[in-house]
C-alpha cells in the first residue's frame, strides 16, 4: 500500500466522504457545505444520484 493511500485511511477518509466532497464541491464551491456533505458521505452521495436528471431514478 503506498503511503498517500495508508495516510488517508489512517486518518478516516473514506471513499463516500471523498466522492461526496468532490460532488459538494463542484456544486457549491463553499467549504463549509462541502465539510457537512463529507460528514454524511454516502447518505449525500445517495441523495445525488437519486435528485439529479439522469440519474439512478431516470
Known sequence: MSGATNTAAQAGIGLGS???VAISWSLHKSIIWAIVH??????????????RPGGLSG
Open 38 to 51: 463529507g460528514f454524511f458521505s454516502w447518505f449525500y452521495v445517495i441523495y445525488y444520484a437519486f435528485t
Open 18 to 20: 471523498a466522492i461526496a
